[in-house]
Structures are given as C-alpha cells and as structure tokens.
C-alpha cells in the first residue's frame, strides 16, 4: 500500500547530522501549536508543543521554535538518529482541547545511515 | 494521555458499498474529531463530533455521505458511505483531553 508522506517534500540528512523542520501556520489568532511525528500505518505521535507566549521550548533532543510575527514553526532535532525518519507535520488551534487542530502539508524526514 | 482503540485497522471495499469504523476511547471525552488523510496528504478534518448533539462537519464534507454517531463520552463512528475509488484514505479519529491531543492508529480504506 502506499505510504504516508510519499508525495510531501522530502529532507534527507546523514545520522548524526542535526534537522531542521520548518512550516507555516495559518491562522494568527492561534494559541497552540504541536509538531507530530507520523510512521507508515500509524498515527500521528506526539513530538513537542509550544503555546503562543513562548517562542522556543525543548525536549528531549528537540526544539520547537515559534515566530508568530511570521507564522513560522521549526522543528530542530539534534543528532538525528535513523529512528527518526518519519513525516512530521506541524499543527496549529485555538481554544486548546475544545478545537479541532489544522494541520501544515507535513515533511518526510529521511535519515541516511 | 487518552487511548484510542480504533478498528479496523485496514479493509478492501467494492465501490457503492459503506464501512462503519469505531473509535473507542479509555476515558470519558468532550471533544472527539474525526479525519481524513488522502495518500501522501497532511490530515484534514472530516467534523468534530460531540456527544448529545449533531456533528459539526467542515467545508466538503457532509452528513449523508459521513455520518457519525457519538452514543457516550467513550464512542464514536464514522461511516463512509455509497463509497468510490476516491474515497481511499486513511481516516483518524482523534480526542483532546486537557492540552493533549491523542490520535488513533487510523483506519486503511481502499475502494475498489
């Protein structure tokens, strides 16, 4: 069957490497924004999120960065790892948990060994 | 974070018929979605799905070709009906509980 991602744009990085995952959002009153990661024949999983007050957060490995004045979104994971290849698609809402979440066009991450 | 049990998990449809998909969650939630994500596609909502009232469907999608039933807080359907070859997709039911978003693992539709 075909595979999540097969047509969305691809970013390819070498192990090791750091990633940079970019998306523009689309509704400036948005409040709440989450990055997913998503592999063939599940669901999206969730990465990292940010609320609108913030303009960077990190995890484990990751890093989201806000830039509302731009409607931009970065993911940046470090040290990239093959268990990372997946699309990862940004998402956006207002009104946390009571909204449906808009999604960006997502991106493959393929990550050479 | 909620867990969604969502089946099944794949099926193969001749065209004009309807598939039912279930979506049970491990605790009781307000708020369920329901969405669609064509091949190589980012994932659109289908509608938002309260109990006790009609669902509210976005823009292109409509009731009598996806009806939805949201019987309890823990349960939902959405069924895909008098389906056609474009209707293959993967369709996700999703829950927010708090400032968490849970997805199911999807549900695999190809019509044929």
């Known amino acids: 069957g075909e595979s999540v991602g097969l047509h969305l744009p691809t970013l390819s990085v070498q192990e090791g490497d750091n990633s940079i995952i970019n998306c523009a959002y689309s509704?400036?009153?948005?409040?709440?924004f989450i990055w997913y990661k998503q592999e063939s024949g599940k669901g999206p999983q969730f990465i990292i999120d940010?609320?609108?007050?913030?303009d960077k957060r990190q995890g484990q490995r990751v890093t989201v960065l806000l830039n509302k004045t731009v409607k931009h979104l970065s993911l940046q994971i470090a040290a990239t790892q093959p268990g990372d290849s997946a699309v990862y698609f940004c998402?956006?809402?207002?009104?946390?948990?009571?909204?449906?979440?808009?999604f960006g066009s997502g991106t493959r991450l393929q990550v050479q060994p | 974070s909620a867990v969604i049990s969502q089946k099944p998990s794949r099926d193969i449809c001749q065209r004009g018929t309807s598939l039912t998909i279930q979506c049970q969650v491990d605790?009781?939630?307000?708020?369920m979605f329901w969405y669609r994500q064509q091949p190589g596609q980012s994932l659109t909502l289908i509608a938002t799905?309260?109990?006790?009232?009609?669902?509210?469907?976005e823009s292109g999608f409509v009731i009598d070709k996806f009806p939805i039933s949201r019987p309890n807080l823990t349960f939902s359907t959405l069924t895909v009906s008098n389906m056609s070859p474009e209707d293959s997709s993967i369709y996700l039911c999703?829950?927010?509980?708090?400032?968490?978003?849970?997805f199911g693992s999807g549900t695999r539709l190809t019509v044929v």
């Open positions: 999703s829950v927010g509980t708090g400032n968490r978003y849970t």
């Open positions: 509704n400036s009153a948005s409040d709440y």
């Open positions: 940010i609320r609108s007050n913030m």
């Open positions: 998402a956006e809402t207002l009104d946390t948990g009571r909204r449906a979440l808009t």
């Open positions: 605790s009781q939630v307000t708020m």
């Open positions: 799905a309260n109990q006790g009232s009609e669902a509210t469907y």
